[in-house]
């Protein structure tokens, strides 16, 4: 029959295809014998299938039987995983690792990855399938190290930079020095099989350098920083050193981060202001001020204007050399050059000058910043002035808090309770009261405490009318008058005999229910008239 009929060989030839699954041959025998030729276009769809699952059976064979003897942890050490052998790169921190068999995997993959395997399908595989699997996310690595493995399949810049980013988010820092430095270097994307290089593998390098940078791998920043140099066409970014930089600096490195900045100058790339503020802020660190000063004038002699970022350090870097003069000095330079001053500009000043008790050149400093109009909107001076109720200059603090206001610049809630707890303290009620009403004018409210305790101020100075007062313009302002408030102007009426008044605080308690019983509402009574009966008998 074989030499009779050609469609028996290719039957025949199926026994030596599938020796260990007569399955195969019986499911399709049927159709063999009715449309041979049908069959033949099946039977090579079949095989490609076919090849597909034996690819993937050895794509994730050695790595279930690790992960079966995996136990199911929150978090596993990447020296002790057991996948490690198999799998050359450690699991994410926190491992989304459970109990899987071969059965799931391959289910899996032969749903959702089907052939023939491109960029874009295996993209959306890993992003909208494999990434969302908690079973399978920690396999994603493999997968792309597998799929570089067909011959007729390329990485494009898309799956590497969602690689590059996956890894590094979730840590995986082996793994990514492996992508970097060996995958995208042999195995190049398809863009760059012209003249011209990837236009995006600077962006994914970069990225991949500041993770090294955040976690302190600064030698393998370095390796991907000169492997980036190899791949791109012309000089590389000023971003990219700049990350580099700051990473050295940031890990106390100063001697390395010089020498990446003399390589920038060697490249021919021109530093930007965050270059060398980034190399000053290293100086100051280092208690280098005199070198820090030197990169200024270098930078201003290299065309680059400082920012307001620049002068804050070397303002810090005075400050911290006890060179206190220095500093002021250059904060009235960055005015005269036109650079804003910015809140923290003012706190570096203020506040540094108050902590070694220079309290008055911090008032007259803040108020020279007021008169000339540049002092930043939201800045805090509750710590000058609490400096300045401390050490009993209560004066001195209200004619700070009234030049800010002069000059539209009102101070926040905290300077202002600060201010009337000290003005409280030494007994200048009057100016609490006046103050007290600026506030509740312009919005700004006190709490309960404060408010009540300043009421029983003025209710002992028999000022209760003016409590009063404040009491109804705090109310339309928001600040609801509770029991006690009510309970200080009764007791403030009753002192001072005005028992109409009196009657009509105690009515309004009745009417929003802060009395609990009519007891209460007699008690109150009683002393307003009892108040009056002995000024009669009087």
């Not at 041959?25 to 049927?30: A, E, F, G, L, N």
């Not at 996948?83 to 068999?101: D, K, V, Y």
């Not at 490249?267 to 965050?274: A, H, L, T």
């Not at 007062?469 to 009510?486: I, N, P, Q, V, Y």
Request: aromatic content about 8%; overall charge neutral; hydrophobic content about 40%.
């Amino acid at each position: 029959r074989l030499e009779e009929d050609p469609d028996a060989t290719t039957f025949l030839s199926l026994f030596f295809l599938f020796p260990s699954n007569a399955t195969v041959v019986r499911r399709h025998r049927r159709c063999l014998l009715s449309d041979a030729t049908a069959f033949l276009v099946y039977l090579e769809r079949s095989l490609t299938n076919l090849i597909m699952r034996n690819a993937m059976r050895k794509l994730i064979s050695p790595q279930l039987k690790e992960v079966q003897q995996t136990p199911p942890v929150g978090i596993i050490a990447s020296s002790s995983a057991p996948m490690l052998e198999a799998f050359p790169t450690p699991l994410p921190t926190i491992s989304l690792i459970s109990s899987t068999t071969q059965p799931q995997l391959l289910a899996f993959l032969t749903t959702h990855l089907r052939p023939p395997i491109t960029p874009q399908t295996l993209l959306h595989f890993l992003k909208n399938k494999l990434h969302y699997n908690p079973k399978f996310t920690p396999l994603d690595f493999h997968i792309f190290q597998w799929a570089s493995t067909i011959d007729s399949y390329r990485h494009d810049h898309n799956i590497y930079e969602w690689m590059v980013r996956t890894l590094a988010i979730s840590d995986r820092f082996d793994a990514l020095r492996l992508v970097l430095l060996e995958s995208m270097p042999s195995k190049p994307c398809p863009c760059s099989d012209g003249i011209f290089c990837c236009p995006r593998i600077e962006a994914i390098f970069r990225f991949a350098i500041n993770s090294f940078c955040r976690v302190g791998r600064l030698d393998d920043a370095l390796l991907a920083f000169d492997t980036m140099r190899k791949l791109i066409d012309g000089r590389a970014s000023v971003l990219v050193y700049n990350i580099l930089l700051h990473g050295f600096v940031k890990n106390g490195q100063r001697d390395k981060a010089l020498s990446l900045y003399d390589r920038l100058i060697n490249d021919r790339v021109m530093p930007d202001v965050f270059t060398f503020n980034i190399l000053i802020s290293g100086y100051c660190k280092s208690l280098m001020f005199g070198s820090a000063l030197a990169l200024f004038k270098e930078m201003r002699a290299k065309g680059c204007e400082p920012n307001v970022v620049t002068f804050n350090t070397l303002i810090k870097g005075f400050f911290m050399d006890k060179k206190f003069e220095e500093g002021v000095a250059m904060a009235y330079e960055m005015i005269d050059l036109g650079c804003e001053i910015s809140s923290v500009t003012c706190e570096i000043l203020i506040n540094g000058l108050c902590q070694v008790e220079k309290t008055s050149l911090a008032c007259d400093l803040l108020i020279d910043f007021v008169k000339k109009g540049v002092l930043p909107d939201g800045f805090d001076s509750s710590e000058l002035i609490e400096r300045l109720c401390c050490e009993s200059n209560v004066d001195r603090a209200l004619e700070v808090v009234d030049e800010m206001w002069k000059k539209g610049k009102a101070p926040n809630f905290i300077a202002c309770s600060t201010l009337i707890e000290g003005l409280r303290k030494f007994q200048r009620i009057d100016k609490a009261l006046a103050l007290t009403d600026k506030m509740l004018k312009e919005g700004i409210l006190l709490d309960s405490v404060t408010f009540n305790c300043l009421l029983q101020d003025a209710c002992r100075l028999r000022k209760t009318a003016e409590g009063d007062r404040l009491r109804l313009l705090a109310s339309s302002k928001g600040l609801a008058a509770d029991a006690m408030t009510f309970k200080i102007l009764v007791s403030g009426y009753t002192m001072e005999g005005k028992i109409k008044e009196g009657e009509r605080l105690v009515e309004e308690m009745l009417d929003r229910e802060y009395l609990p019983d009519i007891a209460s509402y007699n008690m109150l009574m009683d002393g307003l008239h009892s108040k009056i009966n002995q000024a009669r008998s009087r």
